[in-house]
Structure formats: C-alpha cells, structure tokens
C-alpha cells in the first residue's frame, strides 16, 4: 500500500504568513527606531536568521506530520515560505515608502549620494553625475521590489536546499 503525502500548500501558507509577519513586525521596529534607512549588516544578519527559523520551522513540522519528506518537497516548501513571507513584507514596504512616508526614497537616494560623494573624490563631476542617475533608477520603488522577490527566491531556494539534505528521509518503498 502505498502511502500519501500530506500537502505542502498548508505548511507554505502557515509559515510564509509567520514569516511575513515576523519580517514586518521587525521592520516596523526598525521604522520607529529611526534606522530604517541606516540599516547595517546586523539588522540584515537578524532579518536571515528570521528567514532561516521560519523555513525551518515548516520543514520540521512538514517531516514530522509526513514522517518523511524529500528534496523536492523540501525546495518547494522552503520556495514557498520565504516567497509568500517575502511578498507580505514587500506589500509593507510599499504601503511604508508609498503612504505612510514617501521621504524614504529620497533619504535613501541621498544616503547613495552621500556616499558616492565620499568614495568617488577623484572622479569628475561627469562621471559622479552619471553615478547619481544610476542610483536614483536603483532606488525606484519597482527596481527594489523586483530585487526583493530575486533574492527571496534565491534565498529560499539555497536555504531549503541546504535544510532539505539535512532533514530529508525518504519513504519506505515496502510500506
């Protein structure tokens, strides 16, 4: 008797949503701090951490529900969690950069400049003007979602796999 999987599509939404939360939750968080627009390399150390634990947390509870799960199962579920989690909180970032403050594009953009202008002392005002544009079409609110959804996919997809070969147990081919 061959015996059924049970579908993934409940774990995605279950723990994409937790994901999704906890990412806005944490990036509220930073919104109200007032470094939303200085984030450094520990808020993006914690925000992975909340991605991995969440992936993980709907691969262990998928093997222990199923009694097994594949490599397959598990790119298409940790995909579908960092994905879903990812859109939810790209839905908060438009909602924060569109409604709630529309000066954060214009921060950022500065911040860039700022920074051009730092590095770019030798270069002349040409080539720092040509900078500067380039800069301004990387901060554009569609230019940073499509960037957002590529790395989510690339993030899950390298995170499941990895989860996926540690956890993975394949079905019994005599039960």
């Known amino acids: 008797?061959?015996?059924?999987?049970?579908?993934?599509?409940?774990?995605?939404?279950?723990y994409g949503a937790f994901l999704g939360v906890i990412s806005v939750i944490f990036s509220l968080v930073i919104?109200?701090?007032?470094?939303?627009?200085?984030?450094?390399?520990?808020?993006?150390f914690i925000l992975?951490?909340?991605?991995?634990?969440?992936?993980?947390l709907g691969l262990i509870a998928y093997k222990k529900k199923n009694e097994f799960i594949s490599l397959?199962?598990?790119l298409k579920i940790g995909i579908g969690i960092t994905m879903l989690g990812g859109l939810i909180a790209i839905l908060w970032k438009i909602i924060l950069m569109q409604?709630?403050?529309?000066?954060?594009?214009?921060?950022?953009?500065?911040?860039?400049?700022?920074?051009?202008?730092?590095?770019?002392?030798d270069l002349t005002q040409e080539?720092?003007?040509?900078?500067?544009?380039?800069?301004?079409?990387?901060?554009?609110?569609?230019?940073?979602i499509g960037i957002a959804i590529v790395e989510n996919f690339f993030i899950g997809f390298f995170l499941s796999l990895?989860?996926?070969?540690?956890i993975r147990k394949k079905r019994d081919p005599f039960k």
């Open 1 to 14: 008797m061959k015996s059924k999987s049970i579908p993934i599509k409940t774990y995605i939404l279950k």
């Open 31 to 44: 919104y109200l701090t007032g470094y939303y627009t200085n984030q450094n390399l520990f808020h993006y």
């Open 48 to 56: 992975f951490l909340i991605i991995v634990f969440s992936n993980m």
């Open 72 to 74: 397959k199962e598990a």
């Open 99 to 121: 409604v709630i403050d529309p000066e954060i594009i214009t921060q950022l953009e500065n911040k860039q400049i700022k920074r051009i202008a730092e590095v770019s002392k």
């Open 127 to 144: 080539n720092i003007d040509r900078k500067i544009a380039i800069t301004q079409k990387f901060t554009s609110p569609l230019v940073l």
């Open 162 to 166: 990895i989860v996926g070969l540690i």
